[in-house]
């Protein structure tokens, strides 16, 4: 026999004498998935550091339908590997959050009746701090086919290869004359271990930064690869792999075929090809998104946890941003040909829409906030009352109490302002947030109604007090709408002012006004603001008692 496979299996053999099991019962415990041809398997792997960012929601999107539209399987994979970064209860936030947006897994990691942390599905466990057994199935495979080995190098040894490697402008890493352990005896490694020095495990790398290779992304299209020359870690020595490691082991035991992640692991790509390779299994499919940017000024920038507190996925839950209008607003900078999708297909539902990879922007996207505003006014303006009001009493109970008392009170009142200019071809489209609800309708209570609201500038406040009273000497509940509007044409005549705009805009020098400084001043009487839903529709809901002691107030007021 071949004495440097005996030398290998040797060295396998001490490293791991508790590993029984192979890479051959791995494959039978977690056979290849009875799919449809071309049905996808993606998954979304957070670390659990506690924030949950858009970039989650954005892969999540990306990932659920490419998955979903083409009859594959969606999971979540915890990767917690690294303890020193891992939150408590972050997993848990991690689940709720994803769950908030719309991104429903078919497997992984999910939450008990309890709220804890569970495996649902047959290719767990699902958090890769339970999996180490597994790895090291893998790692003791390498070792025996001689592509992996033990380093016993110390901080200080890592801390003076780098010294000297920046002294001569080489590349920073363990390759090279730097790679001390990579090709000592049996014998050393022996007294190293007998000794209990610790160890890390390193691939044994066949690269060189000389040659290149194409590789094809399914967003970035064709790039060139340098090779990895780097013998990367590939357990720590604690025994837990590092991301590379368990992600390639994972991937696939767990018959991933779509990789969705950030563009920053393109650095990565060499070392993973090239350890899919050396582990035996198939690459699966890479799907590199761009950064999300933001306009500062006249330039671009990344995204910034620091500056930005958007890019936080709790800061759409607290403003208060439906979590179909974040959806349908990332949907638009995922695929180049959504919008146009949706103008042709205003009510269709998402999943109708075909999503692709080929149309995601490969140098990122541009984030705005008030282009998501706008893709949300537009979808609140299609709710019904009742969906408006469920929602915004939701997002009150959490985010604003005092404001939950008033809104849920009488929810026949509440649902009638709701309903103004609500359904029809034109909708109002007044607000994009349910916390901008108390802003449109706060009014409509006394807690919120400002009753030293601001008048239109250029009229004294002896001309508004008598056209309020003579308003409100001619006002009646009783009246429809066109008899309350012609009594306030009828008004303003009295006054000097035109009954319509149109009169006043051809002769301005002749009158003091038109019609519409007159609505304005009930308005602002009536709701404190000079921006209110329709005036009639709020006074008739308001009720005549209200509305009237409120101007009649305000006449006082004006008075002095």
């Not at 999107?61 to 917690?80: C, K, M, N, P, Y």
């Not at 010294?163 to 022996?190: P, T, V």
């Not at 250029?458 to 009273?469: S, V, Y």
């Not at 051809?506 to 007159?518: L, Q, T, W």
Request: proline share 4%; hydrophobic share 35%; aromatic share 12%.
């Amino acid at each position: 026999m071949d004495q440097t496979l005996i030398d290998y299996e040797t060295l396998a053999e001490w490293l791991f004498p508790e590993v029984t099991e192979t890479p051959e019962d791995m494959e039978k415990r977690y056979p290849v998935r009875g799919l449809p041809e071309g049905a996808v398997v993606s998954r979304l792997a957070p670390s659990p550091t506690g924030f949950v960012h858009l970039g989650n929601v954005v892969q999540g999107l990306t990932s659920e339908r490419l998955a979903h539209q083409s009859g594959g399987v969606l999971f979540l994979r915890i990767e917690d590997t690294d303890a020193k970064r891992e939150v408590k209860g972050a997993s848990e936030i991690l689940i709720e959050m994803l769950s908030h947006y719309g991104i429903v897994f078919d497997e992984g990691a999910s939450l008990d009746e309890n709220g804890a942390i569970c495996d649902k599905g047959d290719y767990g466990p699902y958090k890769q701090s339970n999996r180490a057994p597994i790895y090291h199935v893998y790692a003791k495979k390498l070792v025996r086919e001689g592509k992996a080995y033990p380093c016993f190098c110390t901080e200080e040894d890592l801390d003076r290869f780098h010294a000297e490697q920046e002294a001569e402008k080489a590349n920073f890493g363990y390759y090279g004359k730097w790679a001390k352990w990579r090709d000592r005896s049996l014998e050393e490694i022996r007294e190293q271990l007998d000794s209990g020095t610790p160890w890390v495990l390193r691939f044994r790398s066949t690269g060189s930064i000389e040659h290149k290779f194409k590789y094809n992304d399914l967003i970035k299209g064709e790039v060139d690869i340098t090779e990895n020359d780097i013998d990367h870690v590939l357990l720590k020595s604690d025994g837990i792999p590092t991301y590379h490691f368990a992600h390639a082991v994972d991937d696939h035991l767990m018959r991933t075929t779509h990789v969705v992640r950030g563009d920053e692991w393109l650095s990565g790509l060499p070392f993973h090809i090239q350890l899919f390779q050396a582990l035996g299994f198939r690459l699966p499919k890479y799907v590199h998104i761009g950064t999300l940017m933001k306009m500062d000024g006249t330039s671009k920038r990344k995204l910034s946890k620091r500056k930005d507190p958007e890019l936080a996925l709790s800061y759409y839950k607290s403003v208060g941003y439906p979590t179909d209008s974040v959806v349908e607003y990332l949907m638009t900078i995922l695929n180049s040909n959504f919008e146009d999708w949706r103008r042709a297909n205003p009510l269709a539902p998402l999943d109708d829409f075909k999503f692709s990879a080929k149309k995601m922007n490969a140098a990122g996207s541009l984030f705005d906030l008030a282009k998501l505003s706008d893709v949300s006014k537009n979808l609140i303006s299609r709710m019904s009352a009742e969906d408006v009001y469920n929602a915004v009493s939701e997002w009150a109970k959490e985010f604003d109490g005092e404001f939950y008392d008033d809104f849920t009170r009488e929810p026949a009142f509440t649902k009638a302002v709701l309903a103004i200019g609500r359904g029809g071809n034109k909708p109002r489209k007044d607000f994009a947030t349910w916390s901008e609800v108390k802003g449109y309708m706060g009014f409509m209570f006394d807690r919120y109604y400002e009753a030293n609201g601001a008048y239109p500038d250029g009229f004294d406040a002896g001309t508004i007090a008598d056209i309020l009273t003579d308003f409100l000497s001619t006002y009646s509940s009783a009246d429809d709408q066109t008899v309350w509007f012609d009594k306030m044409k009828d008004i303003a005549e009295k006054h000097g002012f035109a009954r319509e705009t149109k009169e006043y805009k051809a002769s301005p020098e002749a009158y003091r006004g038109h019609i519409g400084d007159i609505s304005a001043f009930v308005r602002v009487a009536v709701t404190g603001k000079q921006n209110s839903p329709d005036l009639y529709a709020v006074m008739s809901i308001l009720g005549h008692e209200v509305a009237t002691s409120r101007i009649q107030k305000q006449i006082e007021r004006l008075r002095g």
